[in-house]
């Protein structure tokens, strides 16, 4: 056996260059200290194998076996075993002991700089190396010691005093004094220094220089970061290119652009999120210019690539309860007039009925974030509820505000001929629907956390026909949860409570009452079926209703998903529920096949407390996911 001096981590304070340099080198513009690992050893690898190449006593190669021991976290001893060139060259023998050796002695250098990225400024590492034995026994024993915390955060402006608003302290980056002092937090924090300078007219700063000293005995680090804030820069000129068919003037009020303020480089970001939300663009690039010599003014570039303005799309779904097959046919213009004006006419076919739609939206009226909305819909149906020939139509203004509200509010209008139990009415109605919505879902056809909330309440009366007067209400909400951090497993919720105010069930019009159960409602029970039902066991809809789901969503492969679920749901021919009738549950199993414009759903569901008139199972094929 050959046994080699102990190497420590942390050199005696006189003589911390080498550690600083070490961790000068983790931070230099990586996030993570994954990424800082690879640019700091990739080369070493390179050199340590050119050594071994050139070895003049090359003999026999000398295979070998690596031990990393020590009391050490798993997570360390996994950065460790990764930054290893023993490791990662064993399948290629070095040729002599002392290639091997010089492996030894870089995987030292390379334990050293990965201890101290993760605080570890007191380490110790013993190595050997027995060639007595075939394989050669190569044993690494770290002493990893306590490890070293931030005890000072200095930023030191020069020349010159800090600019106004600039970071001057731990705290206004994002430290906390106390906290481990490892690479990742120091380098995050560099970054959000030269970021707040940008955002406050210092687009051209940089560190000067970056120095860390760890005090052994004190077991901990103080840091100086010495900043070059660069002169203090306004927004200049906006120039956007490659508009077509978008008119320009409607960009540039879009975008809102305020030349001559201090230059912030959140307004770069402001106005991607802008133009990437009105759909217009398939390519949107924003670069900042060198401004004019002598001038303070920064020019800023908007590239544009604008996305085809007409598109057509197909859906179609099946069910084994009545709704049985069904299609949709739909067009959409994103940019009718020029101005991001949208219409999208749609059809839609199932065994019990058909509609046609149609909907004009006009973005940007009075307001950035208010705009002009207006539906109409024809459709006739012939179901065991109740037969239906309608057309209904609703104008009114959507408005956003804050990050996730939105308000639509308008008047409404109904022409409806139904008929039930063999009585035919006819309705004139008009009324004032408003809605209220919370999303803050990282997507809308396959969500994996945040939640969306809705209110909607509208009041009708009768202008001629049957009279009636009512206010139907609805509230849902439905939370999304990723079990993991990769979003492999997905806790999803949903909740709905509706509510008819009026005289009697037999007041509102019949089309117009609540039901539940089908697809998109409460899975195992027929479309509609659940509540009250008439003697041919038809459903005669209710004044209020619940239904609840819940659904663990499982991905098993990037095309490949499994849920499971429970879903109940009831409805009473009361304002409220009054749960004097039980809620009716089902459970099931869904597949999901994912695709790039949303999961395919398969879901077969039971009921767990089925009525007589209910199906064993039922069965849904659909695209998107339940809710």
């Known amino acids: 056996m050959v046994a080699e001096r102990p190497t420590r981590a942390c050199f005696p304070l006189a003589r911390l260059a080498p550690l600083l340099c070490a961790l000068l080198l983790l931070l230099q513009g990586c996030a993570q200290v994954t990424q800082i690992r690879e640019r700091l050893f990739g080369s070493e690898r390179a050199e340590g194998a050119e050594l071994e190449d050139v070895d003049a006593t090359a003999s026999e190669p000398i295979p070998y076996e690596v031990r990393i021991e020590g009391e050490l976290?798993?997570?360390?001893?996994?950065?460790?075993?990764?930054?290893?060139?023993?490791?990662?060259?064993?399948?290629?023998?070095?040729?002599?002991?002392?290639?091997?050796?010089?492996?030894?002695?870089?995987?030292?250098?390379?334990?050293?700089?990965?201890?101290?990225?993760?605080?570890?400024?007191?380490?110790?590492?013993?190595?050997?190396?027995?060639?007595?034995?075939?394989?050669?026994?190569?044993?690494?024993?770290?002493?990893?010691?306590?490890?070293?915390?931030?005890?000072?955060?200095?930023?030191?402006?020069?020349?010159?005093?800090?600019?106004?608003?600039?970071?001057?302290?731990?705290?206004?980056?994002?430290l906390k004094i106390g906290i481990h002092a490892t690479a990742s937090p120091l380098v995050e924090a560099e970054r959000t220094l030269l970021a707040r300078l940008s955002e406050h007219g210092h687009p051209h700063a940089r560190l000067i220089e970056r120095r860390y000293v760890a005090d052994r005995a004190a077991r901990t680090v103080r840091?100086?970061?010495?900043?070059?804030?660069?002169?203090?820069?306004?927004?200049?000129?906006?120039?956007?290119?490659?508009?077509?068919?978008?008119?320009?003037?409607?960009?540039?009020?879009?975008?809102?652009?305020?030349?001559g303020r201090t230059f912030d480089s959140r307004e770069l970001d402001r106005i991607r999120s802008v133009l990437a939300g009105t759909q217009l663009f398939s390519t949107i690039s924003i670069e900042r210019e060198e401004p004019a010599a002598g001038s303070e003014a920064i020019p800023v570039r908007v590239t544009l690539k604008e996305r085809k303005r007409r598109s057509v799309g197909v859906g179609a779904s099946y069910a084994t309860d009545e709704e049985g097959f069904s299609g949709q046919l739909s067009w959409e213009h994103r940019n009718l007039f020029g101005r991001?004006?949208?219409?999208?006419?749609?059809?839609?076919?199932?065994?019990?009925?058909?509609?046609?739609?149609?909907?004009f939206r006009k973005p940007y009226f009075l307001n950035r974030k208010q705009a002009i909305v207006a539906d109409t819909r024809l459709r006739r149906e012939s179901s065991e509820a109740f037969d239906e020939l309608s057309i209904s139509s609703f104008?009114?203004?959507?408005?956003?505000?804050?990050?996730?509200?939105?308000?639509?509010?308008?008047?409404?209008?109904?022409?409806?001929?139904?008929?039930?139990?063999?009585?035919?009415?006819?309705?004139?109605?008009?009324?004032?629907?408003?809605?209220?919505?919370?999303?803050?879902?990282?997507?809308?056809?396959?969500?994996?956390?945040?939640?969306?909330?809705?209110?909607?309440v509208a009041p009708y009366v009768s202008v001629a026909g049957t009279q009636t007067q009512f206010v139907v209400t609805n509230a849902t909400l439905a939370g999304y949860q990723r079990l993991v951090e990769s979003g492999r497993f997905v806790l999803a919720g949903r909740g709905r409570l509706g509510s008819i105010q009026g005289?009697?069930?037999?007041?509102?019009?019949?089309?117009?009452?609540?039901?539940?159960?089908?697809?998109?409602?409460?899975?195992?029970?027929?479309f509609r079926t659940l509540g009250p039902l008439d003697d041919d066991n038809n459903p005669l809809g209710g004044r209020s209703a619940v239904e609840l789901n819940t659904e663990l969503r499982t991905r098993l492969t990037e095309s490949l998903g499994l849920v499971t679920f429970?879903?109940?749901?009831?409805?009473?021919?009361?304002?409220?529920p009054t749960f004097d009738n039980d809620l009716q549950w089902a459970a099931g199993l869904g597949a999901r096949y994912f695709t790039g414009f949303g999961p395919l759903r398969f879901d077969i569901a039971f009921p767990l407390n089925g009525r007589d008139v209910d199906d064993l199972l039922q069965f849904y094929i659909s695209i998107g996911q339940a809710f």
Not at 340 to 358: K, N, W
Not at 395 to 409: K, L, N, P, Q, V
Not at 566 to 576: H, I, L
């Open 503 to 526: 005289d009697s069930r037999s007041t509102v019009p019949a089309n117009m009452r609540l039901y539940a159960g089908g697809g998109g409602s409460v899975r195992g029970y027929a």
């Open 566 to 576: 429970v879903d109940g749901g009831q409805v009473y021919d009361e304002v409220a």
């Open 73 to 174: 976290p798993a997570s360390l001893k996994a950065l460790l075993e990764a930054s290893s060139g023993l490791i990662a060259n064993k399948d290629r023998p070095p040729a002599s002991l002392a290639a091997l050796r010089r492996r030894v002695a870089d995987d030292v250098q390379r334990f050293n700089q990965v201890l101290q990225s993760e605080a570890y400024y007191d380490a110790r590492i013993d190595t050997s190396t027995d060639t007595a034995v075939q394989p050669a026994q190569v044993t690494l024993r770290i002493t990893p010691g306590p490890r070293f915390r931030l005890e000072t955060y200095e930023i030191v402006y020069e020349p010159g005093p800090p600019p106004a608003k600039a970071p001057l302290g731990a705290s206004d980056v994002g």
């Open 340 to 359: 991001g004006e949208s219409l999208r006419l749609r059809a839609t076919g199932s065994m019990i009925g058909q509609s046609v739609d149609a909907r």
């Open 395 to 456: 104008a009114g203004i959507e408005r956003r505000f804050y990050d996730h509200w939105m308000i639509t509010s308008g008047p409404a209008f109904v022409l409806a001929q139904l008929e039930q139990d063999g009585n035919q009415d006819n309705y004139v109605l008009v009324g004032l629907s408003s809605t209220l919505i919370y999303d803050t879902r990282d997507d809308e056809l396959d969500p994996t956390k945040g939640i969306r909330a809705a209110f909607a």
């Open 223 to 259: 840091a100086t970061i010495r900043v070059d804030a660069g002169p203090a820069m306004k927004i200049g000129p906006l120039h956007i290119d490659g508009l077509e068919r978008v008119r320009q003037s409607y960009v540039e009020r879009l975008v809102q652009w305020h030349e």
